[in-house]
């Protein structure tokens, strides 16, 4: 397994997931890293922050264009036929609506929480490190997701409500590990959309931390409108504004995953 894959998962919806995916990735690239961003959502968002069009047009064969994760693991098409390159060092392996579909066509394949682990065995040697951008769920693309990484980010939001869901998720991380993948660890848990002047956000960060201990990355990834505009440009925070709270809070971030990687 490659020891530098991380799974970016919550099942909650709209905490930062795949702005986390994108912004990550963009810095490791920056930081010289050769990064494979791996697009597992069927709203295909983080393929669309990076300006990919997962949209598929029919050839005169009558066969898509593009291929997608999608086909990587319904029918066993290699991943290194998908991956585009979209910035410097940094490459991407879109998604599809058609993922949505996945948990009833991969159903009763054997040995489905594995597809995706077996697929990136002969890319491993291609990246430094490889993202995952899992599904607000926690059905088969996340398990697939999860059990084909090292280690796990999960980005939480500033408020109570999602201690709770947290909590559910390390205890999915524990039954995965036990069932599937020994070697899988909590890389950490991220604050996000971190407003410092409010009081409720503090005391969620407070209370996370005191849960949480050593799990919680340092950095803290503040509420900023450019990581909010930059998707509609199609590109990352350092592409958009290389100056703004946003970019300074991703490259703190992709730091602090260079340095306990290589402690």
Do not use: W
Request: with cysteine; aromatic share 6%; hydrophobic share 40%.
């Amino acid at each position: 397994m490659h020891l530098n894959t991380y799974s970016i998962v919550n099942q909650k919806g709209g905490v930062g997931k795949t702005t986390t995916s994108v912004n990550l990735s963009a810095c490791l690239a920056e930081l010289g890293y050769k990064v494979l961003a791996i697009d597992l959502d069927a709203q295909a968002n983080l393929s669309a922050h990076l300006g990919y069009s997962t949209e598929e047009y029919p050839t005169d064969e009558g066969e898509p264009d593009r291929k997608t994760m999608y086909e990587v693991l319904r029918y066993d098409v290699p991943l290194e036929e998908i991956i585009v390159e979209v910035d410097t060092n940094l490459f991407l392996a879109p998604s599809s609506l058609l993922l949505s579909a996945a948990d009833l066509e991969l159903g009763g394949v054997i040995g489905r929480e594995q597809i995706l682990r077996k697929a990136l065995i002969p890319v491993h040697e291609n990246f430094d490190y490889i993202i995952i951008d899992c599904p607000p769920s926690l059905g088969l693309l996340s398990l697939n997701g999860l059990v084909a990484s090292s280690k796990v980010i999960v980005p939480v939001q500033s408020e109570f409500l999602a201690l709770h869901g947290v909590r559910q998720l390390l205890d999915t991380i524990d039954q995965v590990r036990t069932a599937y993948n020994p070697s899988l660890t909590v890389g950490g848990v991220l604050l996000c959309l971190h407003d410092s002047r409010r009081r409720l956000d503090k005391t969620v960060a407070d209370t996370v931390r005191d849960y949480f201990g050593d799990l919680v990355f340092d950095t803290i990834i503040r509420t900023n409108v450019a990581l909010a505009e930059a998707p509609s440009k199609g590109c990352s925070i350092i592409r958009y504004d290389s100056k703004c709270a946003g970019t300074d809070d991703y490259r703190n971030l992709a730091k602090e995953v260079r340095n306990a990687q290589e402690s």
